[in-house]
């Protein structure tokens, strides 16, 4: 499919109308919204921001969960020539004072309440601030969200530039606070259609997502590469695997965005046949070999691509092609994607290493033009002198071209000296038949350093032992990686999208002692 010519979202979203017309572009909250219907709703959203004030480079500030409301307000933003600030919904009340004072926003598109968090009832115990609110707890002189959708709708205005922010995401890093990373129209058009064409993605797919939208994984990647093929997005307002199979079911998806705690949790549901996944096609996913491997032949998504990036570069830099062989895309995260550049460099000279060296992963091309607000002082330890942004991941570049993730340098553990992935380990845990999940980390040792540490958690139905799950690591993995503890669990510590906690496991880990 050719690439949009669009570099503004606002414009992006028209073309797409033209185009693409009634068929669906979003399928979420109980309707069904196509590309016409999408684009008129942004461009009334765009006329209510302007006459509120609203001027070209403000930002807005949108506390939403997976819903229309959420993309049809960010698209009206960018046709107004505003910035959308993309908080989370896990923000608790100091967190989202924070987030709200940092980010300088003209204005805030919110819901009452979610899962348990009652946003209007914290903001009231915040300064005055231009509230557009979801729900019926409204303050004297806040607006009803519905109110965005009266006027007329505005005329396509004067376009953005593509370099112009579109989005600010806040993510979370080694400092206490978040640190504010903004992502612009161009980058993410031209690398969430890449990221779709490495999926085979055309207008007829129907791709689920999970994961919420104010990740990159969702606004950056997954809207962006649906958008751009004229597919159609479904969206689940938060993550629940008995829900999510029926959503794939009722509305056939071909594809899906998982991470290794959700299709796990997938697979493991009491509702799970294969016959309900059965019209999955592709999709994207992270973690081990084995996790790619599950999610193509236990889930049902055969070309599954494997994926590196993070939110600084529009959420993915590399992804394999949907078409190769499994084995493939499940032994790296393939190629950079047009217009990324990645290079490994040597962890304490910084020199640039040959094909097959690990070392430190770096990337430049669509990365961030650096943080901003309180974060803007890690800019310069972030970005090298001639644009490069430093991960803080280790990695390989093999002969082909490809990227092979190893791990977190904050998360690598150092056994005798050697360096361990976690991910080596959980790879090798996860190609036991009977293990449906598993978590390591590292234990302080004063001997060695640090031991491996495993929490497993076992298929329904399945007994397992601490001693089985050792013999199966001696059989598949050096001596060094072999877990020292191993703990059988119910569960794992997981965001509420699937994420695995590492910090968690970490406190858990603690207790243990050798």
Known sequence: ???????????????????????????????????????????????????????????VGLLMNNRPEWVETLFGAAMAGAVVVAFSTWSKRDELAYLIADSGIRLLV?????????????????APLDVVLLGEDREPGWVPYRAMLEPPPTGPGTPVRPEDDAIIIYTSGSSSRPKSVPLSHGGIIENGFN??????????????????????????????????????????????????LDLIERHR??????????????????????????????????????????AAEVLGAPEICNVYGQTETYGNCCVS???????????????????????????????????????????????????????????EAALTADGFFRTGDMGELTETGDIRFIGRTTEMIKKGGINVAPAEVEDVLMRHPAVALAGVVGVPDSTQGELIAAFVVPKPGQILTEAALTAHCREHASRYKVPDFISLRDSLPVTVTGKLMRRDLKTLAATFSK
């Open 321 to 379: 092609w949907h078409h190769w062989p499994l084995e493939r895309r499940a032994a790296c995260q393939g190629p950079p994607l047009p217009g990324v550049t990645i290079r490994i460099v040597d962890e304490t000279t910084g020199a640039v290493l040959p094909f097959g060296r690990a070392g430190l992963i770096e990337v430049k091309g669509h990365v961030m033009r650096g943080y901003i607000g309180a974060s803007a002082s890690q800019t």
């Open 110 to 126: 919110t819901l009452d309440q979610f899962s348990g968090q009652n946003f209007a009832h914290d903001l009231r115990t915040m």
């Open 195 to 244: 990221i779709g064409e490495r999926q085979g993605y055309t207008r007829a797919d129907r791709v689920l997502l999970a994961p919420p939208l104010f990740w990159s994984y969702g606004s950056a990647n997954a809207l962006s590469a649906v958008l751009t093929h004229g597919a159609t997005l479904v969206l689940q307002s938060r993550f629940e695997p008995g829900e999510s």
């Open 1 to 59: 499919m050719n690439m949009p010519v669009s570099r503004d979202l606002g414009i992006l979203l028209r073309e797409q109308a033209a185009r693409f017309g009634a068929h669906p572009a979003l399928i979420g909250g109980g309707e069904t919204i196509g590309y016409g219907a999408l684009c008129d709703r942004a461009s009334r959203i765009a006329s209510f921001l302007i006459a509120r004030g609203v001027t070209r480079g403000d930002r």
């Open 253 to 294: 998806c071909t594809a899906l965005y998982t991470l290794p705690a959700i299709t796990a949790a997938l697979i493991s549901h009491p509702a799970f046949r294969p016959e309900r996944t059965s019209s999955l096609r592709t999709g994207l996913t992270i973690g081990a070999p084995q996790d790619v491997v599950t």
